[in-house]
């Protein structure tokens, strides 16, 4: 088959755009990262780094990533720069003086971080800014008075109750190691259902529930998304696999947050048509949110964000409990510990069992030195 000249012409043309747009494409991704390196010169990086990748095939999501970041902290002390791709720098800041100068700055959260959750959590407290943040944060002041947060003792203890039945039934009367994470997420998302929406899901122990296997497809399929370089693009991760199943979870989460949402306000408006006002044990935090006249004309959706955050500390924390707990009841004391009622809605620091060994998970990380390596490095704005 022959072609004719203005076929062959318009070929050599798309050929040689394509051919110039790669090149001009790689000169610009060669420029940027030569500038980057210069920038992030001063601070020390992983020494297995690749060349392309960076340090992505550290993030493994399992013992080997802790172990690696250990070994970080060890070699890098105050601070690190861990690459993610070729142009992706990610600051980790270890030492207290390097700590309170990133949180002391008044920067905006780094979009790249929290871009792959945020068509799960939206625009909420967490993400939000400027005017927006200030005025989602006056609606929920209200709700952590003292007050108000007190009778959520009894929730927290309930929740608690739950997990130590399913632990006692799982160890047998035998002492037995078991995988902590998993159930201390549904503890905690247990928790927080029961404080904001007044909703008892039993997701401690009903497998399969589609608002826990939706969260739990989102954590999933957002660590993938990290660690595959090609999904770091939206187009191409929206129109993968992985991303059809990562929409349709989210899609899944906020469909029952929203049944529960509406169901409430329905509630609350056949209640003021009645004149009617519950009586209830406890404030939750939508009832908070929906009698509020700033929300009372717009559409409101929940932040589930506290549950990711707050899980991770709390599963590593009864980590460190469960090792430390024998040695702080079993050493020689003459003034023996008091003990506190499970249902005691009292502070923090009249469990004076907990208070001796909580805080003990922190010194186990390796310490940094009194004396502060001065990299001569700055941050720039918008870095991870």
């Not at 160890?171 to 927080?192: A, P, Q, R, V, Y």
């Not at 904001?196 to 122990?205: G, H, L, M």
């Not at 969260?215 to 660690?227: G, H, K, N, Q, T």
């Amino acid at each position: 088959m022959a072609f004719s000249e203005s076929e062959v012409n318009l070929c050599a043309t798309v050929a040689t755009l394509c051919i110039t747009s790669s090149i001009v494409a790689l000169v610009v991704l060669f420029i940027q990262k030569w500038k980057l390196e210069r920038q992030f010169a001063a601070f020390p990086t992983d020494p297995e780094r690749h060349w392309f990748l960076g340090s992505l095939s550290k993030f493994t999501a399992d013992e080997k990533e802790l172990e690696w970041k250990r070994e970080v902290v060890k070699r890098c002390v105050t601070a690190s720069v861990l690459w993610v791709g070729p142009i992706r720098p990610i600051i980790s800041v270890y030492h207290p003086d390097t700590v309170k100068a990133v949180l002391s700055t008044g920067e905006p959260k780094a979009e790249f971080t929290y871009s792959y959750i945020r068509p799960w959590i939206g625009d909420g407290l967490l993400l939000s800014a400027g005017k927006k943040w200030a005025r989602n944060r006056r609606l929920l002041t209200p709700g952590f008075h003292f007050d108000i947060l007190k009778p959520y003792v009894d929730i927290f203890q309930q929740s608690g109750s739950i997990l130590v039945e399913k632990w006692k039934a799982a160890c047998g009367g035998k002492k037995t190691s078991m995988e902590m994470f998993s159930n201390m997420s549904l503890l905690t998302l247990d928790s927080l259902l029961r404080c904001i929406f007044s909703v008892e899901t039993n997701c401690q122990t009903v497998e399969n529930h589609p608002y826990i296997k939706g969260i739990y497809d989102i954590s999933i399929l957002a660590m993938e998304r990290f660690r595959f370089l090609p999904f770091h693009f939206d187009t191409i991760f929206q129109w993968s696999p992985s991303g059809r199943r990562f929409h349709k979870a989210c899609n899944t989460v906020h469909n029952y947050s929203r049944d529960i949402i509406q169901k409430r306000k329905n509630a609350l408006k056949e209640e003021a048509a009645k004149g009617q006002t519950r009586h209830r044990k406890y404030i939750d935090f939508l009832d908070i949110l929906l009698c509020a006249k700033a929300v009372k004309k717009r559409r409101f959706d929940w932040d589930p964000s506290p549950m990711m955050t707050t899980l991770q500390s709390v599963s590593e924390a009864f980590t460190f409990l469960a090792r430390k707990i024998d040695n702080a009841t079993k050493a020689p004391n003459p003034n023996p510990l008091p003990a506190v009622s499970p249902t005691s809605q009292g502070t923090f620091s009249d469990a004076k069992v907990v208070s001796v060994v909580l805080p003990d998970p922190f010194p186990q990380r390796d310490p940094a030195p009194d004396h502060v390596s001065d990299h001569g490095g700055s941050v720039p704005c918008h870095c991870n």
